[in-house]
């Protein structure tokens, strides 16, 4: 299992979401065994999934889905397919969405899921025959009030069409079995962008709180995949000046502020940013320390950490994507002049909308984009202002707050069901 160190040369999300938890549990004072409840999953599933390849050879690849709490509602989170996949980032991934969804105050529980495989190195039938070996993996423990998967890291629309697909052959038509998937399937109306539609949101008000426009502020996006591209098309839209953007294969710069249209046309024609003329190519690190006033990691984990920390020319960092920041280093930010608006916050978008989808599909009644975009930002900011009011309140990091917020939440719910019951 992998481990988490301060230079960021590897993490394990369970043990930084671990101690997230622990920190805010200490000013809570939580006791030891409902501690122990609410850091324990409530299932783990590993499964071993054998793929005919398309050159007639039978590859097994290792899949894995974690239940972590169900308190407050169905198992919710997404599935990703990456080469450096694990049980630990797994769990942890799954315990950042129950606190998401408790935060956001979304009737839903937390999971994730997850193969481990490169999936840019797979052809098209390749992946669906891994991903519907799948689903009859895991196939008892989903289900449109059990478990509702979604999107994640290198997963798609397409993909979430197949899981549906092969659920309900076995269950019947079974749309609310999954979100994020294509429209004509019951998908909703804005969840692709929803989780950069949501970022977007956080920091305009931010921005506001700060008695700030947004065209007077430049932003650095790190990761430029679905969540990326969209919540730098949105802040710029909004005319945020987007000064750098990066994928795995290199970043751009330009002081004057990039188009942000035209880079993600030059991505999805090329399949990288990397030629794009609009800027100065450098490498994919560079953009994290690049100057900016809003820093927007929105790839994978554990990007900042004590072997760049001290090089960043921000003050504020988004958390687009889940865990960005070694859990060691988050402590010496804000004595380098850095605040950190934390993940189950800012990417809360995408849980959000794959909420009201699946509300969706079990009213088989289709809603407006109007109404899901007026829904998507009273939710945002709703959760924003608590977590800014508590933390002003506490005198405590705008982690901790979040992190108080959601576990309370559970605690409660937990409690009223008789699910937790310390006396016993």
């Known amino acids: 299992m992998k481990t988490i160190h301060d230079s960021g040369s590897s993490t394990d999300c369970h043990k930084a979401s671990i101690m997230q938890f622990d920190r805010a549990a200490d000013l809570m004072e939580l006791d030891s065994a409902l501690r122990q409840w609410l850091n324990t999953s409530f299932r783990e599933l590993s499964v071993r999934i054998p793929v005919r390849m398309d050159n007639g050879n039978v590859q097994v690849f290792s899949g894995y889905r974690v239940q972590h709490n169900n308190v407050r509602g169905p198992h919710k989170g997404g599935l990703r397919y ?10 942890g991934l799954a315990a950042w969405m129950t606190w998401k969804c408790a935060l956001l105050e979304l009737p839903l529980g937390g999971a994730k899921g997850g193969i481990t495989c490169n999936p840019k190195e797979m052809s098209f039938g390749e992946l669906e025959r891994l991903t519907r070996e799948y689903v009859h ?17 290198n997963t798609n629309a397409r993909i979430m069409g197949w899981i549906m697909d092969e659920y309900s052959k076995r269950q019947g038509y079974s749309p609310g079995v999954v979100t994020g998937k294509p429209m004509e399937l019951g998908g909703s109306p804005g969840r692709e962008n929803a989780t950069g539609k949501g970022v ?26 679905n969540v990326g591209y969209h919540a730098a098309l949105h802040l710029s839209r909004l005319g945020c000046k987007i000064v750098a953007v990066s994928d795995s294969t290199g970043g751009i710069i330009n002081e004057d502020g990039l188009d942000i249209e035209a880079a993600g046309r030059h991505k999805k024609i090329k399949g990288s940013l990397s030629g794009f003329a609009g800027g100065d190519a450098v490498h994919q690190d560079e953009v994290l320390i690049f100057k900016c006033d809003y820093l927007i990691p929105s790839a994978l984990q554990n990007v900042i950490h004590g072997g760049n920390f001290e090089k960043l020319q921000t003050r504020i960092i988004f958390e687009a994507a889940n865990g960005p920041i070694c859990p060691y280093t988050e402590p010496k930010l804000p004595g380098a002049g850095i605040t950190v608006l934390p993940d189950i916050l800012v990417n809360g978008g995408g849980v959000t909308v794959s909420y009201f989808e699946w509300v969706q599909n079990i009213q088989h009644f289709k809603w407006k984009d109007e109404a899901i975009q007026l829904e998507l930002q009273t939710i945002m900011h709703r959760a924003f202002d608590r977590v800014i009011v508590l933390a002003e309140e506490r005198n405590v990091s705008y982690r901790i707050a979040a992190y108080i917020l959601a576990i309370d939440k559970v605690v409660r719910a937990g409690h009223l069901r008789g699910t937790y019951q310390p006396h016993i």
């Open 82 to 91: 990456h080469p450096d996949v694990s049980l630990g980032d797994i769990r």
């Open 137 to 153: 993996g895991i196939g008892d423990l989903i289900g449109p009030y059990k478990d509702i998967p979604a999107p994640d890291v």
């Open 200 to 225: 977007s949101m956080v920091v305009s008000r931010w921005a506001e709180k700060e008695n700030k426009r947004l065209d007077q502020t430049s932003a650095a996006v790190q990761g430029f995949g």
